[in-house]
């Protein structure tokens, strides 16, 4: 499902135009990211949490040049599912 996707199902549930729609979206995603750059994890409860990770310094190859290289450590953004959802989905999914 794409952004668009979901900014028009949500217009045609709830009778809000499109345009109005977008704009909650992207607002809702850039506060995310705004938050989780400035250090503070997003914390929706029966969703789930956007959250940072840290990554530890590691060592690796590079396979062109048949080197090692030092790969910093560092922080990323991840999701952790709530409980609810994860067996939302696991009891309403089937397996592919």
Do not use: C, W
Request: aromatic share 6%; net charge positive.
């Amino acid at each position: 499902m794409t952004k668009a996707e979901i900014v028009a199902k949500i217009s045609d549930k709830l009778g809000i135009e499109k345009g109005d729609v977008q704009a909650t979206v992207e607002s809702f995603m850039e506060e995310v990211k705004s938050s989780l750059e400035s250090g503070d994890n997003v914390y929706l409860r029966g969703f789930g949490s956007f959250i940072i990770k840290t990554r530890a310094e590691k060592t690796g190859r590079n396979i062109s040049k048949n080197t090692t290289i030092k790969i910093p450590a560092h922080n990323i953004p991840a999701f952790k599912p709530a409980k609810v959802f994860v067996e939302g989905v696991k009891s309403n999914v089937q397996v592919k």
